[in-house]
């Protein structure tokens, strides 16, 4: 079958640049022990590259116009051809043996709303190798007091070690997009706080992130925290939240945690 037209609802730019697969499948390093999930493997350029080395993993894929090309293809991959995002992942990434390793070249419209899928699961989840746009991939590496520092930044520095990989250009892909893309590594590999709610954490990132240009006091008071009493924090609550480092943030979480169960 030809290759299908890219569609802009999927946000489908597929890879086509065989040195940069290599690389990505270089930087997966995939093991016939390895438990693999790919997303959106297109017509499978990145699948072909892994399938080179491990025959058996799977691939979720939305568009049912590749499927039998990519069964064909990859006999053995699972293709499973449904919508991610509306997949239950306990299922999907159900623990077995080996490392469990979910990569892809994500739809630069979801990207945010997979990775916070999997960090919900990331109890599940040993690595992600992500081709990503450029823009978001500097913002999950950023440092605090620069512009890129951010929520997702926060967040994911909490539960996971974030790797900038390299750089690619929209030559390298078909249709071509208007911004440079880049590949990032996330290792799942941190102890998390034992005393952190985890929803709550995140509840707290985004709450100070709400009015960026705005201190903490009133990010928190324009936030679902308004009505929480902060003068018993032990933070500089005129600093803006991209000063602030992860052990703020879960200094305050924890605060806020306090606050809630004295309500009880």
Do not use: W
Request: aromatic share 10%; hydrophobic share 40%; glycine share 4%.
């Amino acid at each position: 079958m030809k290759n299908p037209k890219p569609l802009k609802r999927f946000g489908q730019n597929y890879i086509q640049d065989t040195n940069i697969i290599n690389q990505i499948v270089q930087e997966i390093n995939p093991s016939e022990t390895d438990k693999i999930i790919e997303i959106g493997p297109g017509t499978g350029a990145l699948t072909a590259g892994l399938y080179s080395i491990k025959k058996m993993f799977t691939a979720v894929e939305i568009d049912n116009r590749v499927i039998e090309d990519l069964k064909e293809k990859f006999p053995q991959v699972n293709f499973i051809n449904k919508d991610l995002l509306k997949e239950d992942f306990s299922e999907l990434l159900d623990r077995g043996s080996g490392i469990t390793k979910i990569v892809g070249n994500i739809p630069y419209n979801i990207t945010s709303s997979i990775l916070f899928k999997i960090i919900d699961h990331h109890h599940l989840v040993d690595e992600v190798v992500f081709m990503v746009q450029d823009e978001f991939a500097r913002r999950i590496t950023a440092k605090p007091r620069t512009k890129d520092y951010g929520i997702p930044t926060v967040i994911l520095e909490y539960f996971a070690e974030s790797k900038y990989c390299f750089q690619i250009s929209p030559h390298a892909f078909y249709p071509r997009p208007k911004v440079n893309s880049a590949v990032i590594h996330l290792y799942f590999n941190k102890k998390l706080d034992d005393e952190v709610d985890t929803a709550l954490f995140i509840k707290t990132v985004k709450a100070c992130f709400g009015n960026r240009r705005k201190t903490l006091k009133n990010s928190l008071s324009n936030s679902i925290f308004a009505a929480s009493v902060f003068t018993g924090v032990d933070l500089d609550l005129s600093k803006r939240a991209e000063e602030l480092e992860l052990p703020d943030f879960l200094k305050l979480t924890k605060y806020i945690s306090g606050k809630i169960n004295e309500r009880k």
